[in-house]
């Protein structure tokens, strides 16, 4: 990228740019420079104008870094260091037409190089005032420029070595004014002309117009320092040329890109050429022989015999040769029938290649440049005929919109012929306007009939696109990694750092810009100098290697091939406290495999570790604590199964109380109605006043009434031993043999009894030939616990509900299966149904234990294993399976 301070057409910048690209031209490889103005002698370079071109830079070439930036002058260059701060901070800076007051400051700044534009102004003065003796006053003419005031201050020391010279600086004037004390000078005084490009009105004016009014008006010897400011009028001086810094700054830019540290390059004084102007040293009485032997003399008359006194000898030599070459001629002549059949041979051959290349081919006259024959192909990819090719100009194959331009092709032809064949890509415009990208050759010919130059144009527009896509996609990825939260830094083959992101700097403290380029990527992270994870893997080492740098904490990745992962405790440095990091490193590989660098992510885990020693201490105090309220837990869960005992036995005494009450009560009232019926039979008997139909009808209802007492007794009976049964299997831990259907219907007559039932409908399908041998206790309480769970859960938003208990003998089991058509269980809770005070209706009477000691009693008392299944909105199942025969076992209910 080249940034160039002034304007196109001024001589002082095109003559730089002119050789920059020529000596850039011996560059081995094709080269793209973009060229941007800043046009400072228009406007002023305050820093709202630098932002402002800086944005535009941006905008036009992103934030893909340039190989090179190059700077002509000083506006110029305060700009590229702006940009290299900013953005690009590792890239060489390369300057020319700088003033060498800045050289102090532009060498702290590290990585530039480039060559002043001041002569020396000792020099200069002491030749000056050697061929001028009658000099008594230094006139200076300057403008507040930069570039001009910087002059002024390296000439101010030289002045300062000749104390007996008066000094007068002409500044801050209009040009007007400044003609006018010029011309009340005398031929004792010496004019010294400084850039003067703005006068005090405002007047821009070009190093040219400036030094042709200044001669115009001077009565004095009039020096200036550069080239373009000779005009006639001037005397001369130590010049500085344009053409020379350009050519110098390009030498320097190719040294940088075969591989060269612009450090390594030093920093060049400006080059003087001692140049006079032949009437000027006339009217000033100076003596040509007093002038230094390298110096040129403009507009001397011309002595043609001095001229050719030194060649005579030569021009004898030539009229000899001339005289052989006539003979040659004559020779020649018969050759050249021969050589005509080659030619129309060799024509032939060149009109095949010509007309069937896949490259566009144009063949232009060497003086004027008109196209005078093209290919099929240029035809097929500009869209023109060969009649319309011979009509256009460079210019009109070109987007010269955008900087491609016809100047540009004649110049780049001028090179082809000086230089020798060039390459280089173009922007060209077909016939309908649409612009492609090509590469394109000029090669010079000399041919009998004249000059010609061969181009040959191949379109490049995929190969362009693809690379603007790459370098669209590389600056996604370096924004992608910068705003990573995780720190990242990347080094190459040579182990130095290329990328470095904010996290990184947040992290080690460390600026992307003071590390990167450097060998240093243990900086901000450990207190010496050490290898890092990335040095290994660039270096091929393996986990074994590293031990004593890592101990155990390193491992290779399983999923990338040579990545390794560890953890690193890293001591205390300054004022940051220790840190423990986890770093992950992984190779880059270029398309062909081979390691050309390394990534590295580095995560801070320090409150993650200092978490860890947290938990595991916590952990080892929780440990003591479950084991010791585990032991209490036992003791409270056998105190709730024996409260749940008790609770269903005082649920029985309740109900059988209230079943017991209606025979007894039938007893009571019949036979309190047999005693007053029997009082008042006896009392009619023994008054003889009863008829025998009377007796027999007393004696009727006594019988009645004594059947209806021994029916209600014999069912207080059964009811009572009913209860004795059930009360003893409640509170008894022995085994004994029942029936599976009595018992599941003496215990849904017992909570019948109890009205915990109500309207619920209760279907029973178990064959009566089903028996265990086992503890009917712990099944009443099972069956207990799932009917009020049915009525109080499932049945709670139903008037009435449907219960199935069914049971079949499968070998030595027998497979109970419970089943309502309730609300159903929703998914989470089913989960936790069997875990201790779990309970959907927390707050509302739910203790959370019933289901709980249903799992408890079948799965530790029984022997068995229960199973729950569930929908919400169909009901919810418990399939139990019980072994038929319980073998003898210690148990506690």
């Known amino acids: 990228m080249l940034l160039v301070s002034y304007h196109a057409g001024m001589a002082w910048s095109d003559e730089q740019i002119a050789g920059l690209r020529r000596e850039l031209g011996r560059y081995e490889r094709p080269l793209k420079l973009s060229l941007d103005f800043l046009d400072t002698k228009n406007v002023q370079p305050l820093p709202a104008y630098q932002q402002q071109f800086e944005d535009l830079l941006l905008s036009k070439y992103g934030l893909t870094p340039p190989r090179l930036l190059l700077a002509t002058d000083d506006d110029a260059l305060d700009l590229a260091l702006r940009m290299r701060a900013r953005h690009f901070p590792a890239v060489p800076i390369l300057f ?21 534009d001041d002569v020396d102004d000792s020099q200069n003065l002491a030749l000056m005032l050697k061929l001028l003796p009658r000099t008594k006053r230094a006139v200076i003419v300057h403008d507040q420029s930069r570039t001009s005031l910087a002059q002024v201050s ?9 104390p007996g010279l008066q000094v007068e600086h002409l500044t801050r004037m209009s040009v007007q004014e400044v003609q006018t004390r010029l011309r009340a000078l005398s031929g004792t005084d010496l004019v010294l002309a400084l850039p003067f490009n703005l006068d005090a009105q405002g007047r821009v004016i070009s190093h040219e117009e400036a030094s042709e009014l200044w001669a115009e008006a001077a009565a004095a010897p009039l020096t200036v320092t550069r080239d373009v400011s000779m005009r006639p009028g001037v005397l001369g001086g130590f010049l500085v040329t344009g053409r020379q810094q350009g050519e110098h700054l390009g030498r320097l830019a190719v040294q940088v890109l075969q591989g060269k540290n612009a450090d390594e390059l030093p920093m060049l004084t400006g080059l003087g050429v001692p140049t006079f102007e032949h009437q000027q040293l006339r009217r000033w009485g100076i003596d040509e022989a007093a002038l230094p032997k390298s110096a040129v003399v403009l507009h001397r008359p011309i002595n043609w015999w001095a001229d050719l006194r030194p060649y005579l000898g030569w021009l004898f030599s030539l009229f000899g040769s001339l005289l052989v070459i006539i003979a040659l001629l004559i020779n020649g002549i018969r050759l050249r029938h021969r050589s005509e059949q080659a030619m129309r041979q060799s024509t032939q051959n060149y009109l095949a290649l010509f007309n069937s290349s896949s490259d566009a081919i144009l063949v232009r006259d060497g003086k004027s440049l008109a196209i005078i024959d093209v290919n099929p192909r240029f035809c ?18 070109s987007d010269e919109a955008n900087f491609y331009t016809g100047a540009m092709v004649a110049e780049r032809i001028d090179k082809a012929r000086n230089e020798g064949p060039q390459f280089f890509e173009w922007r060209s415009r077909r016939k309908d306007g649409s612009h492609f990208w090509a590469d394109v050759s000029l090669t010079s010919f000399k041919l009998p009939e004249g000059e010609r130059i061969i181009s040959t144009v191949r379109d490049i527009s995929d190969r362009k696109q693809l690379e603007t896509q790459a370098q669209a996609f590389q600056h996604q990825v370096k924004q992608i990694y ?11 083959a040579l182990h130095r750092v290329s990328f470095w992101n904010e996290q990184m700097t947040r992290l080690t403290g460390v600026e ?3 590390i990167i380029g450097s060998h240093e990527a243990w900086r901000g992270i450990y207190p010496t100098a050490r290898p890092c994870l990335v040095d290994a893997v660039v270096d091929g080492l393996g986990v074994e290697s590293l031990t004593q740098l890592y101990g155990d904490q390193l491992r290779s990745s399983d999923e990338v091939l040579g990545a390794m992962e560890g953890e690193s405790c890293i001591p205390a440095q300054g004022e940051r406290a220790e840190l423990w990091l986890r770093f992950c490193a ?11 660098g390394a990534i590295e992510t580095v995560i801070d885990v320090t409150v993650l570790k200092r978490t860890q020693e947290s938990l595991q201490a916590l952990n080892q105090q929780l440990e003591a604590r479950v084991e010791a309220r585990s032991h209490e837990l036992e003791l409270a869960m056998e105190q709730l199964l024996q409260a749940d005992k008790m609770a269903a036995l005082g649920s029985l005494v309740a109900g059988v109380a209230h079943e017991l009450n209606t025979p007894l009560g039938n007893v009571l009232t019949v036979a309190s109605t047999i005693a007053d019926t029997s009082k008042a039979f ?6 003889g006043r009863l008829r025998r139909a009377e007796v027999e009808a007393r004696l009727n209802q006594l019988h009645e009434a004594s059947l209806l007492i021994e029916r209600n007794a014999k069912r207080a009976a059964k009811l009572v031993a009913d209860f004795k049964q059930i009360a003893v299997d409640q509170s008894s831990t022995h085994r004994r043999e029942f029936a599976l259907q009595d018992l599941v219907n003496d215990t849904l007559s017992m909570l019948s009894s109890s009205h915990l039932l109500g309207q619920v409908q209760i ?12 503890f009917p206790g712990p099944l009443e309480q099972i069956l207990s616990h799932l009917l009020t769970n049915s009525v109080k859960h499932g049945f709670e938003a139903q008037a009435e509900g449907c219960i199935t208990i069914q049971a079949q003998a499968q070998g030595t089991e027998v497979s109970i299966s419970y089943a309502d058509n309730g609300c159903g269980i929703a998914p989470a809770a089913l989960r936790h149904l069997f875990e201790p005070f779990y309970t959907t209706r927390f707050g509302q009477g739910g203790s959370g234990l019933g289901l709980y000691i249903v799992y408890n009693l079948v799965t530790s008392v029984l022997g068995g294993r229960i199973e729950v299944s569930s929908k919400p909105g169909f009901g919810c199942r418990f399939d139990l399976h019980l072994p038929l025969y319980l073998d003898s076992r210690p148990v506690e209910i």
């Open 96 to 116: 020319s037409g700088v003033s060498g007051s800045r050289r102090a400051s532009l060498q702290d700044e590290g990585n530039i190089s480039g060559v002043f």
């Open 154 to 162: 390296s000439l101010a020391p030289v002045l300062a070595q000749h």
């Open 380 to 397: 097929s990819l500009y869209g023109y005929s060969p009649d319309e090719a011979r009509l256009l100009s460079a210019s009109q194959l």
């Open 482 to 492: 910068q705003n990573l939260p995780v720190a990242v830094f990347v080094i190459d």
């Open 512 to 514: 992307a810009k003071d």
């Open 586 to 596: 992984a190779p880059l590989r270029d398309e062909q495999g081979q390691v050309v």
């Open 682 to 687: 006896g009392q009619e008997l023994l008054g």
């Open 763 to 774: 279907q029973v399908d178990i064959d009566p030939g089903i028996h265990l041998h086992s």
